[in-house]
């Protein structure tokens, strides 16, 4: 059954190709960013420990939209494999079958993705490690992580898809008709909010006791308060982006306005996880932004080279930081909304019979997922505003240029998320070629 079943699978050249595109960025970008911490946890520096900190923060910052990336990957073929196994379980399939197939199926994708990603990788090594920190380049032997690590990295990447595709199951499980027909739309539920608050609270506890103990705590409590503002992100966010959209519907005027609310009201949660890499990169970026604004008032003469030299490093960290989190936010938007367009193109071809052009089918795409990128933008904006409140408060008075450099940087940012939806056009005039 599982031969057939993934003969079947690699049949459609319609369906596995994006899954596998997906995992290899996912999974090249995930060996060079594993690559990066261990330079800086290995680093021979008598601030060793300040970079290795700096390092876990960066790590924390680019792991959920590296999840959120790779878990896209495996619910780009969830429909069409849905439908399939679906009509397995309607003719009699077990669950620990169907569980069996899906499992099978994600696992071998992403396989031959992370196969993929790892020839991304060492592509990639020799122009990443001329970027300078503590002084000198990278390199490329601070950069390669060895095959255990590449082993650990790896499994943990499968592992992951097959959670994701474990994850998809339960709809499965509980009513196939309602998978097969469609007919069961996802939930946002108000009690994200009550969760999110309890989750600012708790930052804000962990910050203030980051100074209580020993450096060791220190340490962990400052990760635990940056950590747990982007889970807060991740849980409101799918709830705002629903209430901003059910207004938004209110409001539309023009049927391409409609039709795009429409679209994202089917499925908050799945919007926001194409788009939920900007809001922890706009989080971190308006708060780093601000710090290494404050930090640039200080008197130049009075700092020696170490110090002068740890600021540049950390700002080109902040940059780095940001450009690879767009970017995987960038990809995440285009790979998800190609596939959208697969799933949907029966729906796309009757509204141009009727009469809607693809210039007007394109715009429709391109204003759901930037409307999505506003409420998503917005509610990171207010979250790093209430928890970083003195440090973002004291930026904008005293530093406002820095940031405004910092909002710079996340509006070319957006702009690359825009260039992401904008990869869909190719695709669309696939979809709609038979029709003319």
């Known amino acids: 059954m599982i031969r057939l079943f993934l003969a079947r699978t690699f049949q459609d050249r319609s369906v596995w190709p994006l899954p596998v595109l997906a995992c290899m960025l996912t999974s090249g970008i995930a060996f060079m960013v594993v690559g990066g911490s261990r330079y800086f946890f290995t680093l021979e520096h008598p601030l060793a420990g300040f970079y290795a900190v700096l390092a ?32 397995l379980r309607l003719l009699g399939a077990t669950t620990s079958q169907l569980r069996l197939l899906a499992v099978s199926e994600a696992v071998l994708l992403a396989a031959a993705g992370v196969l993929a990603g790892t020839v991304l990788y060492a592509v990639l090594m020799p122009l990443v490690g001329l970027i300078p920190f503590a002084g000198t380049p990278m390199g490329v032997s601070g950069l390669w992580i060895g095959p255990g ?25 509980i009513t196939p008709l309602g998978v097969r027909t469609m007919a069961a739309p996802a939930r946002v539920h108000w009690v994200r909010i009550v969760v999110a608050v309890l989750g600012v609270l708790a930052a804000q506890l962990l910050a203030q006791l980051a100074g209580v103990g020993g450096m060791a705590a220190a340490i962990t409590m400052m990760l635990a308060a940056v950590a747990v503002p982007l889970v807060v992100v991740q849980l409101v966010g ?199």
Not at 66 to 86: K, P, Q, T, Y
Not at 149 to 173: C, V
Not at 379 to 403: K, R, S, Y
Not at 422 to 431: D, G, S
Request: aromatic content about 4%.
């Open 56 to 87: 876990a923060v960066a790590l924390i910052l680019l792991t959920v939209p590296m999840v959120s990336l790779l878990s896209s990957s495996a619910r780009l073929m969830a429909r069409r494999r849905d439908e399939r196994l679906s009509s």
């Open 149 to 173: 690590l590449w082993g650990l990295t790896a499994a943990a990447l499968m592992l992951l898809a097959a959670g994701a595709s474990l994850a998809g199951m339960r709809r499965i499980e």
């Open 238 to 436: 799918p709830w705002v982006l629903k209430l901003v959209t059910t207004g938004q519907l209110r409001r539309a005027r023009t049927a391409e306005r409609l039709i795009a609310a429409r679209s994202v009201l089917e499925s908050p949660q799945q919007m926001f996880r194409q788009v939920g890499g900007v809001a922890i990169t706009t989080y971190a970026g308006v708060i780093a932004g601000s710090g290494l604004g404050l930090v640039s008032l200080a008197d130049p003469s009075q700092a020696d080279a170490g110090q002068t030299q740890l600021i540049a490093d950390i700002q080109r960290g902040v940059w780095l930081t940001l450009a690879i989190s767009f970017l995987m936010a960038a990809c995440s938007v285009g790979i998800n909304q190609t596939a959208q367009l697969l799933d949907r193109r029966r729906l796309y071809a009757s509204l141009h019979m009727m009469g809607m052009s693809r210039g007007q089918l394109q715009r429709i795409r391109t204003l759901a997922v930037m409307r999505a990128v506003g409420a998503v933008v917005g509610v990171a904006l207010v979250a790093a505003a209430v928890t970083a409140f003195p440090l973002v408060g004291a930026a904008v008075l005293v530093a406002p240029a820095a940031v405004a450099t910092s909002l710079g940087v996340l509006g070319l940012g957006v702009l690359c998320v825009f260039l992401g939806a904008q990869v869909t056009r190719p695709a669309l005039h696939r979809v709609l070629a038979p029709i003319g």
